[in-house]
């Protein structure tokens, strides 16, 4: 991790601004098989600013448990500057090739053999370093023993993650609110979590945190008339909530529609009492939701939009912005093409002249269907 920087230098990638938790709560309730977090971050009145669409630069650091076990499967003499170099910039929930073939270099028996020939075959290989972390891998190969100064070289360095930011620059002036998915899942016998997401999750409260921000390129605010749709399931709703925030502070006049979904109503209904405020206040003019697992058959946030596509056209037609955010894989590709069959259906074109109208014109033109995918 690169060292925190005087107040005089610009902060930035290269110099984090060594911020402090100020919360980190659990969104989802009981019996939700998912663990989101609203995470604060005070950047006071010295750290980077912001605006709406940016995303903060998050440093992780390793789980000292994970590093403790690393060290010991080893049998590396315990160090202070070791542990502190494996905790701030080695990867080690994941591992990359060069590491598990230097293992294989070093077992021995029937371990080594296993190994290499898994090194000799790409698809075998690939498969292995998967969901192997690098425990996993030393208990494939025990006693293998590395000194401290091999090590680097062998694992990949820790690299920043960005996260969208939850809140309005204004809304509580010197935070930054993100919301995070913790990725969690088991493999070979462990229990496994994302590097940062994991880090953040743990985070107590006061603990230092490297951060920067990253501002967008795109991912902007309509002007102050200009109505807006927000497509944004799971963490996707951060941008969103952030936007809202900002619109009710300046007295925004443009009409705000919130699709939102997760798994359940009951408890991943993410910042659910602060839109149905918003909702009753008149800052949302619609709310549109989609609780994937509150029934038989899988309820997304593009067969919302469907529903209510003669509306959703309306508002396109009369200028509205059209904003996704949220997992670029899937998610984001099935509302384009919910987007593109919602024109052709309400506004009589074909399909591809509907996808042409969503390619050109709402988006390249007129600048007003944006992404903030991941
Ligand atoms: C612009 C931008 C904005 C973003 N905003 C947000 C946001 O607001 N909220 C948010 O939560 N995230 C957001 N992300 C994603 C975030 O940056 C991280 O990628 C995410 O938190 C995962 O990082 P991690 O370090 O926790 O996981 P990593 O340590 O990077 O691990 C993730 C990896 O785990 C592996 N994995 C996951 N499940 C399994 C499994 N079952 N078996 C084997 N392997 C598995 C996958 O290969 C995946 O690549 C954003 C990303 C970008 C680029
Ligand atoms: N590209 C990525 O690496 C990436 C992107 C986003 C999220 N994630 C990971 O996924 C986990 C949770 O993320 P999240 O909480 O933000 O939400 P999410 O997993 O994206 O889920 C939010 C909601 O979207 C639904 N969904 C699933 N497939 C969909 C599709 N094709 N179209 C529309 N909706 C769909 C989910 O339903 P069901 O769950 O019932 O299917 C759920 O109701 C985290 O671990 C996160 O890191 C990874």
Redesign the pocket.
Known sequence: MAEFPTPEKTFGRQNPFAARLRENRRLNRQGSGKDTRHIVIELGSAGPTYTCGD?LGVF?RNPEALVHEFIETLGLPHDAALNETLASSAVL??VRKKFVRAVAEKASGRARDRLQDICADDKAFDQYI??RDVIDVLRDAPGVHFEPGEIPGLLNTIAP????IASSPDHRPGEAH????L?Q?T?HGRQKQ?????YLAHLADQSPVAVYVQPTRHFHLPPSGRDMIMVGPG?GV?PFRAFLQHRAIHGHSGRNWLVFGDQHEKSDFLYGEEFLAAQKSGLLQKLSTAFSRDQAEKIYVQHRMEEEGAELWRWLNEGAFFYVCGDAKRMAKDVHESLVKIVARHCGKTLEQADEWVAETLMKNENRYLK?V?
């Open positions: 995303a992780p929930n994941r998967f969901d993650r960005l996260y969208s993100l919301t995070v998915a990725v899942y493999s994302g590097l940062a997401s994991g963490t951060a903030d991941y």
